[in-house]
């Protein structure tokens, strides 16, 4: 299969994880359709979310959201390394839910166990509002233009 075709398709099983997991960790209640998780414009989250990430996401994501060199080509040992979270990288292509569940259970969880990753859950490490609070500090540092674009992405999820 091509690469092309392998993100296609690991996209498409993240977007469908994304939803049952997020069934999984909100409740019934919870749809990946629900919209906007994320409290990018509250700024003690924000703040608390700059806390968290650089204590738990800096030292692979970079300081400044900037992620590891060539992010998107495998090293020697097949792992893909950490992508940016700036507006360069591709986090603002994903709804909230995706990258709510991603950040809780971890890429493989969502992609399978044979999916080659360094990015580890953090349930058990940070609780739902503190991933929310990181989730937040990174969204509030993209252009306004990404925040609308990402925004749409959310809403069409309904």
Same mark, same amino acid.
């Given at each position: 299969?091509?690469?092309?075709?392998?993100?296609?398709?690991?996209?498409?099983?993240?977007?469908?994880?994304?939803?049952?997991? =997020?069934?999984?960790?909100?409740? @019934? =209640?919870?749809?990946?359709?629900? =919209?906007?998780?994320?409290?990018?414009? /509250?700024? @003690?989250?924000? +703040? !608390?979310? %700059?806390?968290?990430? /650089?204590?738990?996401?800096?030292?692979?994501?970079?300081?400044? &959201?900037?992620?590891?060199? +060539?992010? !998107?080509?495998?090293?020697?040992?097949?792992? &893909?390394?950490?992508?940016?979270? /700036?507006?360069?990288?591709?986090? $603002?292509?994903?709804? /909230?839910?995706?990258?709510?569940?991603?950040?809780?259970? =971890?890429? *493989?969880?969502?992609?399978?166990?044979?999916? %080659?990753?360094?990015?580890?859950?953090?349930?058990?490490?940070? +609780?739902?509002?503190?991933?929310?609070?990181? &989730?937040?500090?990174? %969204?509030?540092? $993209?252009?306004? *233009?990404?925040?609308?674009?990402?925004? *749409?992405?959310?809403?069409? *999820?309904?």
């Amino acid at each position: 299969m091509s690469r092309p075709a392998r993100l296609i398709v690991t996209f498409a099983i993240l977007a469908i994880a994304a939803g049952g997991l =997020g069934w999984m960790v909100f409740g @019934p =209640g919870f749809s990946a359709s629900a =919209g906007t998780l994320i409290p990018y414009s /509250d700024q @003690p989250a924000v +703040d !608390r979310g %700059k806390t968290l990430y /650089d204590d738990n996401c800096a030292s692979c994501h970079g300081a400044n &959201l900037e992620g590891q060199a +060539d992010w !998107r080509r495998r090293d020697s040992d097949g792992y &893909l390394p950490a992508p940016p979270h /700036d507006a360069t990288g591709h986090t $603002w292509h994903h709804p /909230d839910s995706q990258l709510f569940a991603i950040t809780k259970h =971890g890429t *493989q969880a969502l992609v399978g166990a044979d999916y %080659k990753t360094r990015m580890i859950g953090f349930g058990d490490s940070l +609780d739902d509002a503190e991933i929310l609070a990181v &989730l937040a500090y990174i %969204k509030s540092t $993209w252009p306004d *233009q990404i925040i609308a674009r990402h925004n *749409q992405i959310n809403a069409a *999820q309904d």
